[in-house]
């Protein structure tokens, strides 16, 4: 499916937003509700948007440890490696990226001794090579 522009637009907003009316969106956009009703509609059904979520204040997340969790993965281990990571609800995201590391995780626990357990239990995944970690001090702006 191909994304316009303005629904480039109308998804910036529902990731500030993903409550707002369609009636707010339809102003902030400068189109009809129905417009704005019928892109959404159609976003989802082609399969765009998936879902909605909840963004918790940062005054919240500031309570708990973030950090970013680096992991090495040993050739052809991908697929248990991460397998195994699914199954660990502090991990919040996974991502595969390019350079020195395969895969970051974001892990998110309630205190120090946690994020401890927590990157031992990575690192003790079979497949993976090694983890090098580093603590989020603060969230500047996220969309």
Do not use: C, N
Not at 33 to 51: C, F, N, P
Not at 58 to 70: K, N, Y
């Amino acid at each position: 499916m191909k994304i316009t522009e303005a629904d480039e637009q109308l998804l910036s907003l529902l990731r500030e937003d993903a409550r707002a009316s369609t009636a707010q969106i339809a102003r902030r956009l400068d189109l009809s509700r129905t417009t704005v009703q019928s892109r959404i509609d159609r976003l989802e059904r082609a399969g765009v948007i998936r879902g909605y979520t909840v963004r918790v204040d940062e005054a919240v997340e500031q309570a708990r440890i973030r950090a970013h969790i680096m992991i090495t993965v040993f050739p052809k281990k991908m697929a248990v490696v991460v397998k195994e990571l699914r199954a660990i609800p502090e991990v919040r995201a996974l991502q595969s990226v390019s350079g020195p590391y395969d895969l970051v995780a974001l892990g998110v626990v309630t205190d120090v001794r946690q994020m401890d357990e927590l990157t031992d239990r990575i690192g003790a995944i079979d497949g993976v090579e090694r983890t090098s970690s580093a603590i989020v001090l603060s969230t500047k702006f996220e969309r």
